[in-house]
């Protein structure tokens, strides 16, 4: 049986949805967390396979193999990574921000779009709470629920959605999370990834067609105001299709670029192919 991960915020319920429902049944044992600990559990062997940061598919390449169909990013906008800060990000040069330690992805793009597109260096301090932070006027990265309570706490001049700058720059989606498994186990049990894999297309099928189960599951874990989370979803994207590719792709470069990841990994994904 496999252990698989999950991640813990709100935007991952239109993948998982129809396992907590029982609509479908995943063929493994589910473990919930944030994503740096998906991240560190899947390549200490304590998962086998798992939505991680794409960064950190990225760094681990040569031992995490990237799985086909799925992805958590956005087109455009994408409401739950932002940078809450006063000043814009072009004048953040030599400014301390305190980020968040449950995402690498969010992280690097920041560290991307300061250093590659703006050309300014700031420094990262991990803060346990950065929302804190965020509240007493000083630059801090939010991701997943926290994004979304500084987009309705602070003023929205202050609050800068990194997928946006992203797509303005380069014209391209964001990835922030893709699905990958250790390739000791796929070596090993490729039967039975294939059948996590069509569990997990399967359950995303089934919430992209029942989004207002999605919604009201969501509703009950973070309550918000009526219309957020339709509105919210529609925003990010969970196929891992050709314009995600290409902004994964792009992403990784520029990763190459700052010296983050050893290399260039190649973007297609390397196993198998699921039934449609």
């Not at 921000?97 to 301090?125: D, K």
């Not at 804190?132 to 602070?154: K, M, W, Y």
């Not at 186990?185 to 039975?192: C, N, P, S």
């Not at 992403?251 to 990841?261: D, T, W």
């Given at each position: 049986?496999?252990?698989?991960?999950?991640?813990?915020?709100?935007?991952?319920?239109?993948?998982?949805?129809?396992?907590?429902?029982?609509?479908?049944?995943?063929?493994?044992?589910?473990?919930?967390?944030?994503?740096?600990?998906?991240?560190?559990?899947?390549?200490?062997?304590?998962?086998?396979?798992?939505?991680?940061?794409?960064?950190?598919?990225?760094?681990?390449?040569?031992?995490?193999?990237?799985?086909?169909?799925?992805?958590?990013?956005?087109?455009?906008?994408?409401?739950?990574?932002?940078?809450?800060?006063?000043?814009?990000?072009?004048?953040?040069?030599?400014?301390?921000?305190?980020?968040?330690?449950?995402?690498?992805?969010?992280?690097?793009?920041?560290?991307?779009?300061?250093?590659?597109?703006?050309?300014?260096?700031?420094?990262?301090?991990e803060s346990a709470d950065p929302f804190s932070v965020a509240a007493r006027g000083e630059p801090a990265l939010l991701i997943g629920d926290r994004a979304i309570d500084a987009q309705q706490t602070f003023t929205p001049a202050h609050v800068h959605d990194l997928g946006k700058s992203w797509h303005e720059w380069t014209g391209l989606d964001m990835v922030f999370a893709v699905w990958a498994v250790r390739r000791d186990v796929l070596a090993q049990h490729g039967a039975e990834v294939?059948?996590?894999?069509?569990?997990?297309?399967?359950?995303?099928?089934?919430?992209?067609?029942?989004?207002?189960?999605?919604?009201?599951?969501?509703?009950?874990?973070?309550?918000?105001?009526?219309?957020?989370?339709?509105?919210?979803?529609?925003?990010?994207?969970?196929?891992?299709?050709?314009?995600?590719?290409?902004?994964?792709?792009?992403?990784?470069?520029?990763?190459?670029?700052?010296?983050?990841?050893?290399?260039?990994?190649?973007?297609?994904?390397?196993?198998?192919?699921?039934?449609?």
């Amino acid at each position: 049986m496999l252990r698989s991960g999950r991640i813990i915020y709100t935007n991952d319920l239109p993948i998982y949805t129809a396992f907590d429902e029982g609509a479908v049944r995943y063929p493994g044992a589910l473990v919930a967390d944030i994503p740096s600990n998906l991240n560190a559990m899947l390549l200490d062997g304590r998962l086998d396979l798992s939505p991680i940061s794409a960064f950190h598919w990225a760094k681990h390449a040569d031992v995490l193999a990237l799985l086909p169909d799925l992805c958590i990013g956005a087109r455009n906008e994408v409401w739950s990574v932002v940078c809450v800060s006063r000043k814009p990000l072009d004048q953040l040069d030599g400014v301390t921000i305190a980020v968040t330690r449950e995402s690498a992805s969010g992280r690097n793009l920041l560290r991307v779009l300061l250093e590659r597109r703006y050309g300014v260096h700031a420094t990262f301090v991990e803060s346990a709470d950065p929302f804190s932070v965020a509240a007493r006027g000083e630059p801090a990265l939010l991701i997943g629920d926290r994004a979304i309570d500084a987009q309705q706490t602070f003023t929205p001049a202050h609050v800068h959605d990194l997928g946006k700058s992203w797509h303005e720059w380069t014209g391209l989606d964001m990835v922030f999370a893709v699905w990958a498994v250790r390739r000791d186990v796929l070596a090993q049990h490729g039967a039975e990834v294939q059948q996590a894999l069509d569990a997990l297309i399967a359950s995303q099928r089934w919430g992209s067609a029942h989004m207002d189960r999605v919604v009201a599951t969501a509703q009950q874990t973070f309550p918000r105001e009526a219309g957020y989370y339709a509105a919210y979803y529609e925003t990010l994207n969970f196929n891992f299709d050709e314009r995600a590719r290409l902004g994964l792709g792009r992403y990784v470069e520029e990763l190459f670029a700052l010296g983050a990841i050893p290399a260039i990994p190649p973007i297609a994904p390397e196993v198998l192919v699921v039934s449609r």
